[in-house]
């Protein structure tokens, strides 16, 4: 069993210091904030964990790095590839932007689209890192790419001066599960780390995962007390579609005490136009999910709550958004 400690992300933002962004923290209200990491290198927050895998392997393989992805997995690998001067091979899905597909051809990456969803695509994947040797990134569930989105809630967290309350879209869960981490208030481990935070409590601010009920992801591992299959669909599948959560992101979050909390697509879309209509945000579904539960009363703040929103993605087509506005 994997056991990541605060100390994992701040190892990886040292490693990976330089070679991502320190992305803004955009206060739209008072004590309500939005983290932009849709402005990050190759349009999410994916690049930490993809840079901080990549640093962390010493000598790449001659045949390079592999990965499965839903898109924005995959851009973050195919670009730290890039700088690292390493051969980049991407498997997607069929219901993979065309937006994120060629973001990847731009990148150098070399793309097999296959499978109706990421697991098929990552099934493929693990095949062919069988065979060439590759070195495979996964999208969530590797120590290394967790350490490195936990990143995230380590600049939240200075960059806020503290919050009581972190929103975090869930897919496969490498980010949820990095920033409880990341800003919980042990540097020894997660244990604990929710427990008595918020609202003025010592142990760092309360986690609330954000899914589409389409996708419980974490829902439905919590209700069953293990990762479980579930069913993918929705506006925010390319993103968020993991059919299972990993298993180091269920041993973190419900170590933690992290809640899920559901959206419909409806609020999803919504929360993508408000970003845009409200702050001139632009975000993909994914990257409006967490927001989608303030604005659809999914997720309810105390009066004086101290709030931050994750806005994780924007890898999208601008002429999506003018159409469902």
């Known amino acids: 069993m994997v056991v990541l400690t605060r100390q994992d992300v701040s190892d990886a933002a040292g490693r990976i210091a330089g070679r991502v962004l320190r992305t803004p923290v955009l206060e739209v209200a ?5 983290k932009l990491e849709q402005l990050q290198h190759s349009g999410s927050f994916k690049v930490r964990g993809a840079f901080n895998r990549l640093l962390s392997a010493g000598d790449l393989p001659a045949s390079g790095v592999i990965a499965a992805s839903g898109g924005n997995h995959g851009l973050a690998v195919a670009h730290a590839a890039r700088a690292l001067g390493v051969r980049a091979e991407i498997f997607v899905p069929e219901v993979t932007s065309p937006v994120k597909v060629a973001g990847l051809r731009a990148l150098g990456a070399h ?8 697991s098929e695509a990552a099934e493929a994947a693990a095949k062919r ?3 060439t040797g590759a070195l495979e990134v996964h999208a969530y569930d590797q120590p290394e790419v967790v350490a490195g989105q936990g990143t995230v809630g380590l600049e939240l967290m200075e960059q806020t001066g503290g919050v009581d309350t972190v929103l975090v879209a ?9 920033i409880t981490l990341g800003v919980s208030g042990d540097a020894g481990d997660a244990h604990g780390a929710q427990g ?6 010592s142990g760092g601010p309360r986690v609330v995962a954000v899914e589409p009920e389409l996708i419980p992801t974490l829902h439905d591992a919590l209700a ?3 990762p479980v299959r579930v069913p993918v669909s929705g506006v925010a599948a390319d993103a968020l579609g993991a059919t299972r959560l990993g298993t180091i992101a269920y041993g973190v979050v419900s170590r933690a005490g992290v809640r899920s909390v559901l959206v419909p697509d409806d609020a999803i879309v919504a929360a993508r136009r408000a970003l845009w209509e409200r702050h001139r945000v632009v975000a993909e579904h994914a990257g409006a999910t967490a927001y989608a539960a303030l604005l659809s009363g999914a997720y309810v703040r105390e009066p004086g709550e101290r709030v931050a929103v994750v806005v994780c993605g924007a890898n999208t087509d601008p002429a999506t958004l003018a159409a469902e506005a």
């Open 30 to 34: 008072p004590g309500l904030f939005l």
């Open 111 to 118: 793309i097999t689209q296959t499978g109706a969803i990421y």
């Open 129 to 131: 890192a069988a065979e």
């Open 170 to 178: 869930v897919g496969g869960g490498g980010l949820v599960a990095g």
């Open 196 to 201: 008595s935070g918020g609202l003025g409590g």
């Open 224 to 226: 069953a007390g293990e």
